[in-house]
């Protein structure tokens, strides 16, 4: 069966660096686009990236362009999510997704306080 299995999350300093990581199974990672979401308490989820089959396109949220980088390995069946210089509303469980499909990880929670 389907499974997008989520870590790298954790307690960071705003300013810092986390890179998440999804590891897919079950499906032919390589015919879909992935995205990332995210979830803040108290408020709805939130789309952050997504990245194509091949990872020959992307988009971002504004409030992340420029700091997150989405990428993907197909050979390893991975997608990651690069988020740098990170700010205390970046604090969310943040969650990969096969695009166009219901199929969703369970995720993995990013923290930033000092």
């Known amino acids: 069966q389907v499974q997008l299995v989520e870590s790298g999350g954790g307690l960071v300093q705003p300013g810092g660096s986390l890179r998440l990581s999804c590891a897919a199974s079950g499906f032919t990672f390589s015919n879909y686009a992935m995205s990332w979401y995210r979830q803040a308490p108290g408020k709805e989820r939130e789309l952050v990236a997504h990245i194509t089959s091949a990872g020959g396109s992307t988009n971002y949220a504004d409030s992340v362009k420029g700091r997150f980088t989405i990428s993907r390995d197909n050979a390893k069946n991975t997608v990651y999510l690069q988020m740098n210089s990170l700010k205390a509303e970046d604090t969310a469980v943040y969650y990969c997704?096969?695009?166009?499909?219901?199929?969703w990880g369970q995720g993995t929670q990013v923290t930033v306080s000092s």
């Open positions: 997704k096969v695009r166009y499909q219901g199929w």
